[in-house]
């Protein structure tokens, strides 16, 4: 036993000396002993070609003290101090040959792209290479296929491209591999790859059988996911998020035994049904499944006693990512049977009540089901939680109290909850007890109450959102008193808080958002938030909260950094003092319904969003033309008190998309560099002094959508490319002015419009006979209650944020001058009042079954009414008045039932008036002026009226013949009838009776006729 004992520890002894030659120790930067301890045991120098291979590297980043921001690259040089390459940063070498065998960088923070190099291709001894996020950019070189020795390779996010695939079969002892976040789409191995949509998996994969970890995701990969994955066995980690790949199937999955981390999200796979069955049975050691967004359909509804207890299935699954998909409620039977730490289903079609077994997953940290139909849970559900960190449950369907969805068992680990959107209601006294709360949303639901004072001691609180519910009381310095930590407060949309905090009082945070809309803060302009310093970098919204006060001296310098500041709303008083020469890149100002005075200073030209509306801002708008204003895309500074003539330096603006200078008084011409807002959707120089022609360059705006340049003076012919050049136009505006000539047909092609007014102006000729080609006014409804605009805008660093407007549009309706912008995309209407119209109404204007508003009157139109008039069932409104329109009205005038507006006066029509409880509705001003007209609502009957008059007069003579008679016939016949006959269907016995009575009736009556007949011939025999 002893001799086999020194056998064994002679053995051991050689299998470690053998393994130090093969693999050898490394020698490099970043290691656990000191330098000192290095330098007294390692001695070998690095391989001088590696080493000038290394500084090739080095030199091809052209500059390196430029993007070297880590100091990766300060020991790499030719001094004398630095001749040993296996001391440079990132580099390891082996101490038993002195090679490269593992060359490590990352993350060089630069604007400018680097070209990879052959260089790589000498450090033939390379057993890990990681240059993750350098910015790399070009084909990845072919000397790759000298790296035989390679097990770790790590490229991701740069922008890498493979040209070929000579290199990578030789990469037989591969183990991982991570191609993420590079471009994969010039890979040339089938001459069928299209390269304009990306390209297929490379077929060298395959071959890998080594592999343990494989990275392909954001790679532009297309097609089918091959099934020779099925020969990578040994496989642990397999990525291929964010692609554009299609699976058939995934019956190569269960191949891969040793799988613990499999994420293939963002691609499709919404033809393979079985998924669960793959995925969650065939795999025994997953812990990571992440599929988000990949189209998943619903899973049938799983047999448990041969499908969710599969032997085979994992027992070791952790983590579940199924968010973004077409899931139902069917994949929790799928998930009842594991232990999950992590569960995120948010954003499917999961509805009913959350099961009962998710309050068994005593190991869940995080559970979200947002975005969902969920209706609510059992009470108590979460009580077996303890372990909760993340609770998000937002836009729902959940009612009842908050108290039910708190997890009690966790008030020491929840650190995120998310509760907004839903229905709930109760108090917020219950929710002080969880310390341990970092993130805490309870916004849009119908929690009432007060803000309970205990909130101010969770210490760990970092965003707070109340807003958007029924709150109410007194919001003090004891809500905030140990929030050091807080850097979001939103408690906006409740009308019924008032804050009120004492002038000196300093509170314990530095808010990044502070949103306290329609919140009681004035009527003094907030002293506190002068203590939230030149750091802020966010949202100030303090809108519609009550403040009468000076804008104060310090606040522009205290938020020149603040993305977004909204002091709408309010009764500020002042004048823009004391801005900073610089704000925050491309601010969003919201400072309209306010009582601001003064010019507009040329600071303001640097925000993207600029609304300085209903103020008394006077001056010009020179200050448009500093360079800063380029990337300016909303302006409205309508409802001031502009004057003189606008500015000609639009050409630099080429960003707005919004620009509204209603209600001022600019006069002159319109600029001709106007056209060069080329991404303009909005223009509205309404109520204006304007004059001249529209120019000619406007025609260049073909992203116009609204027009409103009514209530000016401008005048000439209304131009033919207004129909032309804007394929889009979906409201034009020009009343009010003095424009003249004939409508041109041109205007027919505005098959998106659905207000045209050109209402007040010199307008002559007929109305066009095309209007039937007006397509969206020949659709009943509108999808879309409101007007709203969709934009990019500029948020610095090459990026931009989407963001929206809603249009709002006044014009009289109904003989009153309104405003509608939450339903104006309701509103369908043509107004061609006030003009010098000729000729006949055209009868194709019936085709317009969409209008709500029509309006010809006060013009010198003449001919009938078409008869077809009744086609407009969803008019509203509609004023013929003040014409040459003769003949009857037309019957079907009477079927539009929803017309609450009605004006016919001043015409020449005649005959009767159409019966109709509409028409005869209406007040008598309606119809007057027209003397030939007869019948109610008019006093004056009509002829045949008074006969018909006359006979039912006569009738009424007849006491008995009413119409109470006929009421009284009709309501016996029904209970007579159903009476007897609805006995006889709904009951059997009665049926059957009743059949037997009528068989027995025949029969007597058939016994009586035959007696009757033979007594009758023995009395003639």
């Known amino acids: 036993m002893k001799g086999d004992g020194r056998c064994l520890k002679l053995f051991l002894a050689l299998s470690i000396l053998f393994l130090q030659n093969v693999k050898g120790g490394e020698v490099g930067h970043n290691h656990n002993h000191s330098h000192s301890l290095r330098d007294a045991k390692v001695t070998v120098r690095c391989i001088e070609r590696e080493r000038q291979a290394l500084l090739a590297f080095k030199r091809g980043l052209v500059d390196d003290s430029e993007v ?303 975005d969902n139909k969920i209706e609510g849970a059992n009470p108590n559900l979460f009580a077996r939680l303890c372990n909760l960190q993340k609770l998000w449950l937002q836009r729902n369907l959940l009612s009842g109290q908050l108290s039910q969805l708190l997890p009690r068992c966790a008030q020491n680990s929840l650190g995120d909850l998310d509760l907004s959107e839903n229905v709930l209601k109760g108090s917020l006294n219950n929710l002080t007890s969880f310390s341990s709360l970092i993130f805490l949303n309870l916004s849009a639901n119908q929690l009432s109450g007060k803000i309970p004072k205990s909130i101010g001691q969770m210490s760990q609180l970092w965003r707070i959102d109340f807003s958007m519910n029924s709150l109410e009381g007194v919001v003090s310095e004891t809500h905030f008193s140990k929030l050091s930590e807080l850097k979001y407060l939103d408690l906006s949309s409740n009308s019924k808080l008032v804050l009120n905090f004492h002038s000196d009082w300093v509170p314990p945070f530095k808010l990044r958002d502070i949103n306290l809309a329609s919140c009681k803060v004035g009527p003094l302009f907030p002293k506190w938030l002068q203590t939230q310093n030149d750091s802020f970098l966010g949202v100030l919204d303090i809108s519609n909260a009550g403040i009468s006060d000076i804008l104060p001296s310090w606040f522009w310098s205290h938020f020149r950094n603040a993305y977004i500041i909204n002091l709408s709303q309010n009764l500020i008083r002042g004048i823009f003092t004391n801005l900073p020469v610089e704000l925050a890149y491309y601010p969003e100002l919201h400072l309209s319904s306010n009582q601001i005075e003064g010019p507009i200073p040329s600071t303001l030209s640097q925000a993207t969003y600029l609304d300085l509306s209903n103020n008394n801002i006077s001056g010009s708008l020179s200050f448009l033309c500093a360079s800063a204003s380029f990337g300016l895309t909303f302006l409205n500074l309508s409802s001031n008190n502009f004057s003189r003539e606008l500015p000609d330096c639009w050409s630099h603006l080429k960003n707005l998309v919004m620009l509204d200078l209603s209600y001022n008084a600019f006069s002159g011409k319109i600029p001709m560099t106007i056209g060069s807002l080329s991404q303009i959707q909005t223009l509205k120089l309404r109520s204006n002094r304007f004059v001249g022609e529209l120019p000619s360059s406007l025609k260049n705006c073909a992203s116009l959508e609204v027009i409103d340049l009514g209530y000016n003076k401008l005048s000439g012919p209304i131009p033919t490319w207004l129909g032309v050049s804007f394929k889009n136009l979906v409201i034009l505006m020009l009343s009010t002015n003095h424009f003249n000539g004939s409508m041109p047909s041109q205007l027919c092609h505005l098959t998106h419009i659905q207000i045209m007014d050109f209402s007040m102006n010199n307008i002559s000729g007929s109305i066009p006979k095309c209007l039937n080609n007006l397509t969206t006014l020949a659709q009943k409804g509108n999808p879309s209650l409101s007007s709203t605009h969709s934009y990019y805008r500029d948020m610095g660093n090459n990026t931009a944020a989407g963001a929206y407007y809603e249009d709002e549009a006044s014009f009289i309706w109904k003989g009153r001058m309104e405003t509608y912008k939450s339903t104006l995309g309701l509103v369908k209407r043509i107004d061609l009042s006030s003009n010098r119209l000729t000729g006949e109404i055209p009868g194709e204007i019936t085709h317009l079954v969409g209008l709500i508003s029509l309006n010809l009157s006060r013009n010198q139109l003449t001919g009938q009414i078409t008869p077809e008039i009744g086609n407009l069932e969803s008019l509203d409104s509609l004023d013929l008045s003040r014409n040459q329109i003769d003949g009857r009205i037309p019957t079907s005038l009477a079927r539009i039932d929803r017309l609450g507006f009605l004006d016919l006066s001043y015409n020449n029509l005649a005959g009767k008036i159409p019966t109709g409880t509409q028409l005869q509705g209406f007040d008598p001003s309606v119809y007057v002026g027209n003397p030939q007209l007869c019948g109610p609502p008019l006093k004056k009957m009509c002829a045949d009226q008074n006969e018909k008059i006359d006979l039912s007069n006569q009738g009424g003579k007849d006491e008995l013949i009413t119409l109470g008679f006929y009421i009284s016939m009709g309501i016996g016949f029904a209970a007579g009838f159903w009476g007897v006959c609805g006995t006889l269907i709904f009951n059997r016995s009665w049926r059957y009776a009743y059949w037997k009575f009528l068989n027995g009736l025949n029969d007597w009556l058939y016994v009586r006729v035959a007696l009757i007949k033979r007594r009758l011939k023995l009395a003639y025999a």
Not at 80 to 93: I, L, T
Not at 137 to 150: A, R
Not at 226 to 234: A, D, E, K, V, Y
Not at 329 to 356: K, M, Q, R, V
């Open 68 to 370: 070297d921001e880590f100091n990766q690259l300060s020991t790499w040089g030719s001094e004398a101090e630095k001749q040993d390459c296996c001391r440079w940063k990132g580099v390891y070498c082996s101490n038993q040959t002195g090679h490269v065998i593992r060359l490590r960088l990352g993350m060089f923070q630069t604007d400018i792209a680097y070209s990879f190099q052959d260089f790589i291709g000498s450090l033939t001894n390379l057993r890990n290479l990681r240059l993750s996020s350098c910015n790399l950019v070009g084909p990845i070189p072919s000397s790759f296929g000298n790296l035989t020795q390679l097990q770790h390779l790590d490229l991701r996010y740069n922008q890498l491209q493979l040209e070929n695939l000579n290199w990578p079969p030789a990469l037989c002892s591969l183990t991982d591999l991570d191609l993420s976040g590079n471009n994969l789409n010039n890979v040339v191995y089938l001459a069928s790859i299209d390269f304009n949509k990306g390209s297929q998996i490379p077929d060298f994969i395959g071959s890998l059988t080594n592999l343990r970890y494989l990275s392909l995701s954001s790679c532009n990969l297309v097609g089918q996911i091959p099934s020779f994955f099925g020969n990578l066995t040994q496989l642990q980690l397999l990525d291929l998020a964010d692609n554009q790949l299609q699976a058939e199937n995934l019956n190569w999955l269960p191949a891969l035994s040793s799988l613990t981390d499999l994420d293939l999200s963002g691609n499709n796979l919404n033809t393979v049904f079985d998924w669960p069955e793959a995925v969650l049975n065939k795999l025994p050691k997953l812990v990571a499944l992440t599929l988000v967004n990949c189209s998943l359909p619903p899973p049938p509804t799983p047999i448990l006693s041969t499908t969710l207890y599969k032997t085979n299935s994992s027992t070791s699954l952790a983590n579940v990512f199924l968010s973004d998909n077409h899931l139902t409620s069917s994949i929790f039977l799928w998930l009842s049977n594991y232990s999950l730490a992590t569960l995120e289903l948010s954003n499917n079609n999961l509805s009913g009540f959350i099961p009962d077994f998710i309050g068994n997953m005593s190991s869940l940290v995080d559970l979200d089901l947002s």
